[in-house]
């Protein structure tokens, strides 16, 4: 097993990379109307070079834990050849993870939006857009407070890079679930979690 600072520092940057992403989206304005137009999209693979100093960060932490977890499988050694065209579908397999994540954002922000008449909060759009991508079949879990499950998300990332798995099919579930969604539901469970704001010091009346 890879030692927990490895898959921590992993985790930390894999979360990093899903905020700005997924930021990026939000304030570009970038949005699309139903799951249709995002699977459209999908296969044209669109630029994720804005996101690139994530990628690689990732794609850099990633690579020794792949190594770690190869020698914790028996074997003796792992050629450097193995270890580089690992580094290489991993990459493909982050930048492509993100770019679903993006539409996946793009498709939650514009229904959010269309219901509640206001920008949508990113904090919803990540975790909505993490819970659908991670299991399209269930609903999103918006209580016990606003972590993402970014060691799952990570996993997934990091085996399907390792043996060349697509996630596509997995990411079009995800945009029929996010289609499907009972936003009005999610605002009022998602609502009354929002942290509470210090509310102003009173001032003394004057004399």
Not at 2 to 16: H, R, S, T
Not at 169 to 181: E, I, S, T
Request: hydrophobic share 45%.
């Amino acid at each position: 097993m890879a030692p927990q600072k490895q898959m921590d520092a992993l985790n930390d940057a894999v979360g990093a990379l899903v905020d700005r992403a997924i930021d990026r989206v939000l304030l570009t304005g970038e949005r699309v109307r139903s799951p249709a137009e995002a699977k459209s999209r999908l296969t044209r693979r669109e630029d994720t070079e804005a996101l690139a100093d994530n990628v690689q960060r990732v794609v850099v932490l990633a690579t020794p834990v792949v190594r770690t977890l190869a020698r914790g499988a028996r074997f003796t050694r792992v050629p450097w050849v193995l270890v580089a065209s690992t580094s290489v579908s991993i990459g493909l397999a982050v930048r492509n993870g993100v770019r679903e994540l993006q539409l996946l954002a793009a498709l939650l922000a514009y229904r959010l939006e269309q219901v509640s008449g206001e920008p949508a909060d990113p904090a919803l759009v990540k975790r909505l857009a993490v819970e659908l991508y991670l299991d399209p079949k269930r609903a999103p879990n918006l209580l016990g407070g606003r972590r993402l499950r970014l060691g799952r998300l990570t996993r997934r990332w990091l085996l399907r890079g390792a043996f060349g798995r697509n996630t596509e099919k997995q990411a079009r579930r995800a945009l029929d679930a996010a289609g499907k969604l009972d936003v009005h539901s999610t605002l009022a469970v998602w609502g009354p979690q929002r942290e509470p704001k210090e509310l102003p010091r009173a001032t003394k009346p004057a004399r």
